[in-house]
Structure formats: C-alpha cells, structure tokens
C-alpha cells in the first residue's frame, strides 16, 4: 500500500499530548519530505510542519511552535508529530503527506481525527 497511514489520534483535554504517527509499507518514508496538515470542517487544509530528508524542521504554522515537533524513527518506517499543551484550537483531522523531492511523486494519508475538549 502506497498511502500512509496516519494513527494515534483521539480526545484529550486542553494541555494534554498525543503523538500522531505516520507509517507506510508500499515506500521508504526516509526518501521522502513528511508534512502534517490539518483541517477543519468548512476550512481550506492548513499546512503545520514539515521534516525533510535531510531531517530539517520547516513550521508552516506560527501557532504550533513550541508545541509540536516532528521526528523520524527510520527502523519503524515511520513519522512522529509529538503534539505538547494542545488547545482547542488544534481541533482538526490530521493528514500524512509525503513528497518526494527529486520525483515530485507524493501520496496523501487518509486522516486521524484529533478533538481538544474538556
């Protein structure tokens, strides 16, 4: 399977943390740059961070600095977005994104729900 999949969202209360998780079994995540955006219901996608190959940290939104941070655990395959002091703001679903930077190919996760609430 080519798409990542995206997992450990869920409900927590405002000041809490979740680590959301982006995997793949159809391609090497190591070979590509892994964004994370989000949406809201009725809002456009909002790009929030992003780790290249080369493991650089680009934040796409001001609002998570401090907050979030992105790793890779390359012997899982896998992509971390460690989510710190969550707001109700960060209310959205989560989406995987992966782009290849030479190929331009790229492939979209189908989304883990995150939900800040008391």
């Known amino acids: 399977q080519l798409r990542p999949v995206e997992s450990g969202g869920g409900l927590v209360q405002p000041g809490g943390s979740l680590r959301l998780s982006c995997a793949s079994s159809?391609?090497?995540?190591?070979?590509?740059?892994i964004n994370w955006f989000r949406q809201v219901p009725g809002k456009e996608r909002e790009g929030v961070l992003c780790?290249?190959?080369?493991?650089?940290?680009?934040y796409y939104s001001d609002s998570v600095k401090g907050r979030f941070t992105i790793s890779r655990d390359s012997a899982r395959n896998t992509v971390y977005l460690q989510m710190d002091n969550l707001k109700s703001e960060d209310t959205a679903v989560y989406y995987c994104?992966?782009?290849?930077?030479?190929?331009?190919?790229?492939?979209w996760g189908q989304g883990t729900q995150v939900t800040v609430s008391s």
């Open positions: 159809g391609f090497g995540m190591e070979l590509y740059a």
């Open positions: 994104y992966a782009q290849h930077p030479i190929f331009h190919t790229d492939y």
């Open positions: 780790i290249s190959t080369g493991n650089d940290t680009t």
